[in-house]
């Protein structure tokens, strides 16, 4: 199972990493506007918000919709042969694609911590750091249509439909039905938690979108800037190797100290922007930020809900989607109108997630008391 499961994380990064780097320069080359590549790559994460709410009015979350999400995945990936040259079946065949990636990661997130366990999952994780660094740099070399990007999409795509179903079929996940239909998530009563979570990923809508042009803007080389991500990540691949130590402690304090440290990292990109040490040193950072936090939190929610598969939907598109959705158009706005203090804003967006997070700590902490 542990070899299914890199596998799988490896293959569907591999898939991010087509679609996230390479799609909006092959949909450039097709002829398509900077709007209208926005409003296709806005489809994804907004689709990723919406889908848990179908979760909760009474659309079931086991292994035959599953299965339908892993089929409409793999029809998703071959349709973008047929779909680039008209915008609409462009944008149909992203919402497909986003529609069963949305279903496919959150429910193997769910496998993966109950087979596994919390102390090994960054192990298994990691291979999709790897997948999507790996399909980067070959892609990068042979990119010189869109039919190469599109062959690389659906390959990585039919391993990904391949292991997540084999995973599924092995892992006896039918038999939880009676845990997965219970569904004790209340957001509103863990307000604090969420939007902790939520602002977390906004303040990295500066960085994903952005971080390239804003160095480059001072004077920082491509290839830097280049290396300084390919360090991040590399920070990231050890951290998923060897957080299993961190995450035997608690996890809600784990979260507080990750976004705090978040916090921290957008500041020091602010006041250095033009040193490299400083830089590098704010990149390696990367494996607390987002490494780290992100396991802290899956496993916190796989821990604390017994509705464990849509615990993982709602991070997946609360977090995900609606952060990533409002991080992006919020740092597209600043950079614009303030672009000299794009980071100050990520920064003071980390701190209000640490706050929120806080919060949610002590109102645990009461009740526990109480």
Known sequence: MPILLSTFYFFYFAIVGVYIIFMPKVLAMSGYSASEIGIIFAAGPLVRFILPFAFVKGLKIDV???????????LSASSFYFSLPNFYALLFSSIGLGIGMSVILPYIEVISLSLI?????????????????????????????????????????LFTVITAFSIVMSSHVKNQKKEEVVNDINLLSDWKLWLGLTL???????????????????????????????FGVLAEIVMLFSQGRFLR?????????????????????????????????????????????????ISYLFHTYKHKALAQQFFSGITYGLGGFGGALLAGYIYEWFPRELFLSAALLALLAFVFLRLHALNIKNQQLS
């Open 64 to 74: 035959k919709m599953f299965n339908t999400a892993l089929f409409i995945t793999l």
């Open 249 to 297: 402690n608690n996890l809600l304090s784990i979260l507080q100290i990750t976004t705090f440290i978040t916090a921290l990292r957008w500041l020091l990109i602010y006041l250095f922007p033009q040193n490299i040490a400083v830089l590098f040193f704010a990149q390696s950072l990367h494996a607390l930020s987002f490494a780290l936090f992100h396991s802290a939190a």
């Open 117 to 157: 366990g919390k102390e090994r999952y960054g192990k298994i994780r990691l291979f999709g750091s790897v997948g999507f660094v790996l399909v980067a740099l070959v892609l990068v070399k042979f990119l010189s249509s869109a039919d190469i990007a599109i062959n690389y999409l659906f390959v990585a795509t």
């Open 200 to 230: 977390m990923q906004v303040s990295f809508g500066s960085f994903y979108n952005f971080f390239t042009i804003y160095e480059t803007d001072f004077g920082i080389s491509l290839d830097m800037t280049i290396y300084l991500w390919s």
